[in-house]
């Protein structure tokens, strides 16, 4: 059991620990899942990550490839040192590999410094290149840009 937490706080990384709580936790070693229910707060450096569910999956050499989010999602993510950014939906997926963090049903993002922000049906949000690609639904997507004039 000591190893799994061990496996779970190195989840995101390379420098900094990944600390999950939750009311429920399981883990399913034949699917590869840690599985965190009831109340879940995942906590890396200043991101930080509200959930009702979060599942972790690690691929066969016990990395983490993936994490999913599910309902009442509410978040923080630093970027870099420059932007950080709030927001929320029902669902989030963060794939490590290719840095997509995915937002789908009811998504908002907030850029904390400026107020800026965005919502869409579903948000896709890179770490590494710091694109963006904003999908509406049956509302239009809405953006708010800070204008000097």
Do not use: W
């Amino acid at each position: 059991m000591k190893k799994l937490f061990l496996i779970i706080l190195v989840c995101f990384a390379y420098a900094e620990e990944l600390k999950v709580t939750s009311k429920y936790f399981h883990y399913d070693m034949q699917h590869k899942q840690s599985i965190f229910k009831n109340d879940v707060n995942a906590t890396k450096g200043k991101d930080n990550i509200l959930a009702d569910k979060i599942i972790v999956y690690f691929n066969k050499n016990k990395k983490p490839e993936k994490f999913i989010a599910d309902g009442n999602v509410r978040f923080i993510i630093s970027l870099d040192q420059n932007s950080t950014y709030k927001g929320m939906s029902d669902k989030l997926t963060y794939k490590l590999q290719n840095g997509n963090i995915i937002l789908l049903g009811n998504a908002k993002i907030i850029k904390i410094d400026t107020n800026e922000s965005v919502k869409g049906n579903k948000i896709i949000l890179n770490r590494f290149t710091k694109n963006a690609e904003v999908i509406g639904g049956k509302k239009p997507v809405e953006i708010i840009i800070k204008v000097n004039e």
